[in-house]
Nanobody, 115 residues
Framework: VQVVESGGGLVQAGGSLRLSCAAS????????MGWYRRAPVNQRELVAT???????NYADSVKGRFTISRDNAKNSVYLQMNSLKPEDTAVYYC??????????WGQGTQVTVSS
């Protein structure tokens, strides 16, 4: 099983980035895909999740700025991040999970927002 993120980088405050994540190597049907992040000295926190039927959930801190989407045919999930703030700086992790069946994480991608 592979879960591979891409799209991180350095951006100025107010800018945008788009993260991508592709999962392969197993049957990922009926799963929840999501993005989590961990800033220095903080615990990993939920950013956004999306079910295979398209239901979404966002952390309050990113509502209205971030948009999660997915392509079921490609087992892929995306995170469009707009109006980025320095406090969004973190390592962002992709997660693919189905309760009782599997729970996979990517290696993480760094997002740095300069002020």
């Amino acid at each position: 099983v592979q879960v591979v993120e891409s799209g991180g980088g350095l951006v100025q405050a107010g800018g945008s980035l788009r993260l991508s994540c592709a999962a392969s190597g197993s049957d990922f049907s009926h799963n929840v895909m999501g993005w989590y992040r961990r800033a220095p000295v903080n615990q990993r926190e939920l950013v956004a999740t999306i079910t295979s039927s398209g239901n979404t959930n966002y952390a309050d801190s990113v509502k209205g700025r971030f948009t999660i989407s997915r392509d079921n045919a490609k087992n892929s999930v995306y995170l469009q991040m707009n109006s980025l703030k320095p406090e969004d700086t973190a390592v962002y992790y992709c997660n693919v999970a189905a309760p009782g069946r599997f729970n996979y994480w990517g290696q993480g991608t760094q997002v740095t927002v300069s002020s």
